[in-house]
C-alpha cells in the first residue's frame, strides 16, 4: 500500500474518531460515500497517542491532513490568514501568487476545515450597557390540575429577562398567540418600572411572519407596540439559542428552582406564586456572573437607565389580512367595509378597536377608517365609489344642470326652469335630455328647447313633439274645464241662449 492510501486511511479514521459522519468524511476528503463505509468497516482505525494534560497544552493540535499534504509547509501562513479573517479561495490565491504553491483549491479547503475542528474559535460573550436591552423566551410552567375534574394542563411559561442585572419576570399563560406575547411584554415593563432600549426575542410566530437575520418581516401589531413604547424589536438569528443565552439560562432557573414538582390549581395561583419567588429567591441572589445582588444591582444602575413608561397601555385590538372582493370592499367580522377602487383584488391589512375600523396596505399606510357596523352591513365611503360607478342621483341635480348648460342656453335655460318647476321628479327629465342630445343634432335641440321655454312647456314629450315638428307652427292644446272657466248656461240672457 503507497504512502497515499496510508495517509487516506489515518485522515478516514482520525476524522471517524472525533464523530464526523462518513458522509461528511467524504465531502471533505473528495472521495466516495461508498469508499469510506468500505475503509471503516474492513480496517481499524489507527490509535491516537495521548499524553499528559500539559504536554496537550503545549502542543499545538494535530490536523488530519496527511503527511504528504502540500499546505503543510505553509500551516503559519495559512493559520495568520484565518485569524485575519480571510477567506480559503484568498489563502489559496495568495499562496499561489506569493509562494508559488502547485495544489488546488479544494486542498487548501480541506486544511482549513480540519484546522477550524482542530481549534474551534471560543464563543463571544456580550454584554451590554444598563438599560439597553431585554431578552425574552418561553418555556413550559408547571402543570395545572383542576382540583373538579382532575384535568392536568401545561401552560407556557414566559420569561423576560434584563442583560445587564439579570432582574427577571415570570408568567405563565395558556397561548404563545401575539396578543398574549403582548401583553406579556407589557407586564414585565411594568414589573421592571420602564422601557429597555431593544427587545430580543426569537423567531416565535406571534411575534415573526417570515425569519430572516438580515431583514425579518415582524408581525404589525408588534411593530405598533414597539412604537408605543419606543423600543426596537431585534430577533435573533434563526435556529442560534446562544443569541439570547441570558434568558435561555433564565428560563431553566425558573424551572428548576421554581416550578420543578409542583402543581397548581389554576393559573392564577401559578402566577401569584412566581411574583412572591422573584421577590424573596430570585432578586435576593448573587449571581454568578455579574458577583452582585440582582436586586441592588437592578435598583442602583438600571433602573434609572430604562426609558419611562408611556401614560397609557397599549390598545387592544384584532387585526388579519383580508383580500379586496370586487365590489371594493373588505370583510370584518361579517360586516363590509369599502376601501379605494385602486385596491380591488389586493391584499390589505385590517385592524379593528372597540369603535373603528383601520384598513392599511401591506406596507402598513393607511387608506381607510370606518366605524364599526353590525354583522351584515356594508358601510361605504362615498369617496371609494369610481366615478363611472355613481349614478346620476348619487350626483344631484345641480350636476345634471351642469351638463344640460354645457348643451347650449336655451337647453340649459329649459333645463333649470324645468327643475324649478317639477321639483325632484325632474332629475328624470334631465336624465332624458341628455339623451335626447346623444341622438340629435345640438342646433336642433336648442331650437325646440327656445320655442318650450317660450309656451312654458315642461314635459319631455312636449320638447320631443317640438324637435319632430321643426319650423311647423305649434298647436297648443287650450284647457275646456278649470275651476275659473265659468259654464255656458251663466251667459244666458232672458230666454236666449247664446250660441255655441
Given amino acids: 500500500m503507497n504512502r497515499l492510501a496510508v495517509s487516506l486511511q489515518q485522515s478516514i479514521h482520525t476524522l471517524h474518531a472525533r464523530g464526523w459522519s462518513a458522509r461528511r468524511i467524504a465531502r471533505e476528503l473528495g472521495l466516495h460515500r461508498e469508499t469510506v463505509g468500505r475503509e471503516l468497516r474492513i480496517s481499524k482505525p489507527a490509535k491516537v497517542a495521548t499524553g499528559s494534560a500539559a504536554e496537550a497544552e503545549a502542543k499545538p493540535a494535530k490536523v488530519a491532513t496527511g503527511s504528504r499534504s502540500l499546505c503543510e509547509p505553509h500551516r503559519e501562513?495559512?493559520?495568520?490568514?484565518?485569524?485575519?479573517?480571510?477567506?480559503?479561495?484568498?489563502?489559496?490565491?495568495?499562496?499561489v501568487a506569493d509562494h508559488a504553491f502547485s495544489g488546488r483549491y479544494n486542498t487548501?479547503?480541506?486544511?482549513?476545515?480540519?484546522?477550524?475542528?482542530?481549534?474551534?474559535?471560543?464563543f463571544r460573550r456580550i454584554e451590554t450597557a444598563a438599560g439597553e436591552e431585554m431578552q425574552v423566551d418561553f418555556?413550559?410552567?408547571?402543570?395545572?390540575?383542576?382540583?373538579?375534574?382532575?384535568?392536568?394542563?401545561?401552560?407556557?411559561l414566559f420569561r423576560a429577562t434584563l442583560s445587564f442585572s439579570r432582574k427577571g419576570y415570570s408568567e405563565v399563560v395558556w397561548r404563545q398567540d401575539t396578543e398574549s406575547f403582548l401583553r406579556c411584554l407589557e407586564n414585565a415593563f411594568r414589573h421592571f418600572g420602564g422601557v429597555p432600549k431593544t427587545v430580543i426575542p426569537d423567531n416565535l410566530k406571534a411575534a415573526v411572519l417570515q425569519a430572516d437575520w438580515f431583514d425579518p418581516e415582524l408581525n404589525p401589531k408588534l411593530t405598533s407596540f414597539a412604537e408605543h413604547y419606543g423600543t426596537v424589536i431585534l430577533p435573533t438569528k434563526p435556529r442560534t439559542p446562544q443569541h439570547k443565552g441570558k434568558v435561555e439560562a433564565g428560563v431553566k432557573y425558573v424551572q428548576n428552582n421554581a416550578l420543578k414538582g409542583r402543581s397548581f390549581a389554576s393559573l392564577a395561583e401559578q402566577n401569584q406564586y412566581l411574583d412572591q419567588w422573584e421577590v424573596r429567591i430570585a432578586d435576593k441572589r448573587i449571581h454568578g456572573t455579574v458577583r452582585q445582588q440582582v436586586e441592588a444591582l437592578f435598583a442602583q444602575q438600571e433602573?434609572?437607565?430604562?426609558?419611562?413608561?408611556?401614560?397609557?397601555?397599549?390598545?387592544?385590538?384584532?387585526?388579519?389580512?383580508?383580500?379586496?372582493?370586487?365590489?371594493?370592499?373588505?370583510?370584518?367580522?361579517?360586516?363590509?367595509?369599502?376601501v379605494p377602487p385602486e385596491h380591488v383584488g389586493r391584499q390589505v391589512w385590517v385592524r379593528g378597536d372597540t369603535r373603528l375600523l383601520h384598513i392599511y396596505t401591506l406596507q402598513m399606510r393607511q387608506i381607510a377608517v370606518h366605524p364599526l357596523a353590525e354583522a351584515g352591513r356594508f358601510t361605504t365611503d362615498q369617496t371609494h365609489v369610481h366615478p363611472h360607478k355613481r349614478n346620476a342621483i348619487e350626483r344631484g341635480g345641480e350636476y345634471l344642470l351642469e351638463r344640460c348648460r354645457l348643451l347650449g342656453p336655451h337647453s340649459g335655460?329649459?333645463?333649470?326652469?324645468?327643475?324649478?318647476?317639477?321639483?325632484?321628479?325632474?332629475?328624470?327629465?334631465?336624465?332624458?335630455?341628455?339623451q335626447l342630445a346623444r341622438k340629435h343634432p345640438v342646433g336642433q335641440l336648442e331650437a325646440a328647447s327656445e320655442k318650450a321655454v317660450r309656451h312654458a312647456c315642461w314635459r319631455l314629450r312636449d320638447l320631443r313633439r317640438l324637435m319632430e315638428q321643426g319650423d311647423q307652427v305649434v298647436q297648443v292644446d287650450f284647457l275646456q274645464e278649470h275651476e275659473l272657466i265659468r259654464d255656458l248656461s251663466a251667459y244666458r240672457i232672458d230666454g236666449l241662449t247664446p250660441s255655441p
Fill in 413 to 434: 335655460a329649459w333645463a333649470a326652469a324645468m327643475y324649478g318647476n317639477r321639483g325632484p321628479i325632474g332629475m328624470r327629465v334631465l336624465q332624458g335630455l341628455l
Fill in 303 to 338: 433602573k434609572p437607565a430604562l426609558q419611562p413608561l408611556p401614560a397609557g397601555l397599549f390598545p387592544c385590538f384584532h387585526e388579519a389580512r383580508r383580500s379586496v372582493h370586487r365590489d371594493g370592499h373588505v370583510e370584518y367580522k361579517k360586516a363590509y367595509y369599502s
Fill in 139 to 156: 418555556g413550559q410552567g408547571a402543570p395545572v390540575i383542576d382540583p373538579t375534574t382532575g384535568k392536568r394542563r401545561r401552560p407556557h
Fill in 108 to 122: 487548501v479547503k480541506r486544511f482549513v476545515h480540519a484546522l477550524n475542528d482542530a481549534a474551534p474559535l471560543p
Fill in 77 to 95: 501562513i495559512i493559520t495568520t490568514g484565518l485569524v485575519q479573517g480571510l477567506s480559503a479561495i484568498r489563502i489559496h490565491q495568495d499562496l
